[in-house]
């Protein structure tokens, strides 16, 4: 099973950007849904945003509504987590992960595939 493949953590001051990048298996990902999901030290892994790739709908968590946004390049097979106005509690590793079909899905069950994970850290 292909993996997908996150970059773009890094380090930065609350109220700060940063761009999360997650590059697909190439084979059908039109038929994917991409879930970004993140691990806080000592908490559960939780749903962020979601997008599916067939329809365009997208699903956020209401923590990151309006701030966090989600976009694509097809030609890249690669989906983009902007991230603007960071908190200290967006603090985590970031996953990416996908699955099948066309509906988002926010729970960990639902998703197939995952990424190794990239660290984002936000200093207050």
């Known amino acids: 099973q292909e993996r997908p493949v996150e970059s773009g953590g890094g380090l930065v001051q609350a109220g700060g950007s940063l761009r999360l990048s997650c590059t697909l298996p190439r084979r059908t990902f039109s038929l994917y849904v991409i879930g970004w999901f993140r691990q806080a030290p000592g908490k559960e892994r939780e749903f962020v945003f979601g997008m599916s790739w067939s329809s365009g709908v997208t699903s956020s968590a209401d923590s990151v509504k309006g701030r966090f946004t989600i976009s694509s390049d097809n030609a890249k097979n690669t989906v983009f987590l902007q991230m603007n106005s960071l908190r200290p509690e967006d603090t985590a590793v970031y996953y990416c992960?996908?699955?099948?079909?066309?509906?988002?899905?926010?729970?960990?069950?639902?998703?197939?595939?995952w990424g190794q994970g990239t660290q984002v850290t936000v200093s207050s």
């Open positions: 992960a996908f699955r099948w079909g066309s509906d988002v899905k926010t729970t960990t069950s639902d998703y197939i595939s």
